[in-house]
T-cell receptor
Framework: GENVEQHPSTLSVQEGDSAVIKCTYS??????FPWYKQELGKRPQLIID?????GEKKDQRIAVTLNKTAKHFSLHITETQPEDSAVYFC?????????????FGKGTKLSVIP | DTAVSQTPKYLVTQMGNDKSIKCEQN?????MYWYKQDSKKFLKIMFS???????INETVPNRFSPKSPDKAHLNLHINSLELGDSAVYFC?????????????FGSGTQLSVL
């Protein structure tokens, strides 16, 4: 699948502040946008996802927004805590026939400073 | 119970050797995947099987051969290992191809080729 660009590659915030990670894509056929969190030495795990027919989704301190026109989606973490420190990956999936895979961004290493 | 389990967790071997990594899922999923995560944390899909049928085969050297004896297992065999094969290999599964959503990852196999 076509690439998804993820920024920033590293992000440091003070505990309690907000963190925002942004991803952009070029394929307008993309219809599903998940975010995965990977703690050090662990497996990636889904934390939130959004479909193309929704503009925003929230789950406690995390939220994802999608701008289909501009082809970008963002992860927002509020009131950050040290346990939020991890690598976060955005991804996209095509809606076309035969498009069975997720394409991942290159990841953002988030460090929350106590 | 571990949903997606892969063995071994660590694999250290010499260049030129042949090695296998095993993966099993007990979620009743139809689709399984192999991902490679390099030293820069980039997650790249290698293969995907749906009900034992190969559906994704990215540009991977033919030294890598996946085998799916049944839909609960997807093993990865690597011939003539090279230094560049050193990475973490993640197995994953999802419900099926058409309602593709959440990926469940195994805990990863860290392969070191000396």
């Amino acid at each position: 699948g076509e690439n998804v660009e993820q920024h920033p590659s590293t992000l440091s915030v003070q505990e309690g502040d907000s963190a925002v990670i942004k991803c952009t894509y070029s394929d307008s056929a993309s219809n599903y946008f998940p975010w995965y969190k990977q703690e050090l030495g662990k497996r990636p795990q889904l934390i939130i996802d959004i479909r193309s027919n929704v503009g925003e989704k929230k789950d406690q301190r995390i939220a994802v927004t999608l701008n289909k026109t501009a082809k970008h989606f963002s992860l927002h973490i509020t009131e950050t805590q040290p346990e939020d420190s991890a690598v976060y990956f955005c991804a996209r999936r095509d809606s076309g026939a035969g498009s069975y895979q997720l394409t991942f961004g290159k990841g953002t290493k988030l460090s929350v400073i106590p | 119970d571990t949903a997606v389990s892969q063995t071994p967790k660590y694999l250290v071997t010499q260049m030129g050797n042949d090695k296998s990594i095993k993966c099993e899922q007990n979620l009743g999923h139809d689709t399984m995947y192999w991902y490679k995560q390099d030293s820069k944390k980039f997650l790249k899909i290698m293969f995907s099987y749906n009900n034992k049928e190969l559906i994704i085969n990215e540009t991977v050297p033919n030294r890598f051969s996946p085998k799916s004896p049944d839909k609960a297992h997807l093993n990865l065999h690597i011939n003539s290992l090279e230094l560049g094969d050193s990475a973490v290999y993640f197995c994953a599964s999802s419900q099926d191809v058409m309602t593709f959503e959440k990926l469940f990852f195994g805990s990863g196999t860290q392969l070191s080729v000396l």
